[in-house]
């Protein structure tokens, strides 16, 4: 692999991308940082494509009331078109029913990503989910809870 100049902003801004597009609940903008020929591994082992893994994130957005997410990326090797990052993400969402019952769910996933320059773009080919935690917890109230939740950074390259 070679040195990462620059690399590493130009990945934050793809994954700055899929954030604001998630939130938006942009699903084609979101779909457009993973490639077509995506093959995620997910913690179970199971493969899935980009199709499967929009379906999945289509659910989730007419479901989910609240989101929020970081990554600390923990290391990133490059090449010349492509780059592999080792990334903890944590992501938290929720929804809220009788106005007063709040469900709040804690996703931490360390995941190997690997990108490649694809028309200029860089785009996610492969995830592979090396570790995943669920938590969930119920409130009640008026107010859902306030989840922060810590901004992305890079410990690695």
């Known amino acids: 692999m070679q040195p990462c100049t620059g690399v590493a ?87 809220t029913g009788f106005f007063v019952l709040h469900r709040t769910w804690t996703v931490t996933r360390r995941a190997r990503y690997t990108w490649a320059r694809e028309h200029g773009e860089w785009r996610i080919t492969a995830v592979e989910v090396l570790h995943e935690h669920v938590a969930g917890r119920i409130d009640f109230g008026l107010r859902a809870p306030d989840a922060p939740i810590p901004a992305d950074s890079s410990k690695g390259r």
């Open 9 to 95: 902003e130009q990945l934050d801004a793809r994954h700055a991308e899929a954030r604001a597009a998630f939130h938006a609940r942009d699903l084609d903008r979101y779909a457009a940082v993973f490639s077509p020929a995506l093959a995620y591994r997910q913690a179970d082992g199971r493969v899935i494509g980009r199709d499967a893994l929009m379906r999945d994130v289509e659910s989730q957005l007419r479901q989910l009331e609240r989101v929020a997410s970081s990554f600390v990326r923990e290391d990133l090797e490059c090449g010349p078109d492509a780059a592999t990052e080792l990334l903890t993400q944590t992501s938290i969402a929720g929804v």
